[in-house]
T-cell receptor
Framework: DGGITQSPKYLFRKEGQNVTLSCEQNLNHDAMYWYRQDPGQGLRLIYYSQIVNDFQKGDIAEGYSVSREKKESFPLTVTSAQKNPTAFYLC????????????FGPGTRLTVT | AQTVTQSQPEMSVQEAETVTLSCTYDTSESDYYLFWYKQPPSRQMILVIRQEAYKQQNATENRFSVNFQKAAKSFSLKISDSQLGDAAMYFCAYRRSGAGSYQLTFGKGTKLSVIP
């Protein structure tokens, strides 16, 4: 079955450590996205990528980095510069044509202490 | 900038009854897309329904339908014959039309409870 996988489901890190969240899709989608979700909030866009080897900052990119070396993969690194990294992180993908529906992975809950 | 507002943080509905979730948005664009996503306790976001702004006909997907009022910038979701599995957070989202406009703007969500 086609879909989006994110691993791990739960991740725990000590403050000051960088951590990388995995996102893989086999939907043959060109575009991929990373969102952050905090309690009582909608989703906020961190980074997105329209094609391989290209990505753009979203609304809250500070303290995060991404790479897009393969069409299927879009890992997100939460760096020590991110002041409040504990959150739920969702990866999504879509085609680069109308209606641009985004499909989401199951998410990763990151806890930094 | 586009904004999406969901004015009902929480709602409840009796099983088998009908409920309507509200969403309003602000945009100066004439062509765009609107979506409703469901987030159950598993927290995976599931696309429920989509509406293209250029279409006058309201979208329907089985028990889910929308009331799209373009002039009023309103996009409500109606769930008919509510089931226990409908209990979830529901998010309204907006996307400009065009290949260069990738961002989905989300509302803050409405938590729907279904009472047996």
């Amino acid at each position: 079955d086609g879909g989006i996988t994110q691993s791990p489901k739960y991740l725990f890190r000590k403050e000051g450590q960088n951590v990388t969240l995995s996102c893989e899709q086999n939907l043959n989608h060109d575009a991929m996205y990373w969102y952050r979700q905090d309690p009582g909030q909608g989703l906020r866009l961190i980074y997105y990528s329209q094609i391989v080897n290209d990505f753009q900052k979203g609304d809250i990119a500070e303290g995060y980095s991404v790479s897009r070396e393969k069409k299927e993969s879009f890992p997100l690194t939460v760096t020590s510069a991110q002041k409040n990294p504990t959150a739920f992180y969702l990866c999504a993908s879509s085609k680069n044509r109308a209606p641009y529906e985004q499909y989401f992975g199951p998410g990763t809950r990151l806890t930094v202490t | 900038a586009q904004t999406v507002t969901q004015s009902q943080p929480e709602m409840s509905v009796q099983e088998a009854e009908t409920v309507t979730l509200s969403c309003t948005y602000d945009t100066s664009e004439s062509d765009y897309y609107l979506f409703w996503y469901k987030q159950p306790p598993s927290r995976q976001m599931i696309l429920v329904i989509r509406q293209e702004a250029y279409k006058q006909q309201n979208a329907t997907e089985n028990r889910f339908s929308v009331n799209f009022q373009k002039a009023a910038k309103s996009f409500s979701l109606k769930i008919s014959d509510s089931q226990l599995g409908d209990a979830a957070m529901y998010f309204c989202a907006y996307r400009r039309s065009g290949a260069g406009s990738y961002q989905l703007t989300f509302g803050k969500g409405t938590k729907l409870s279904v009472i047996p």
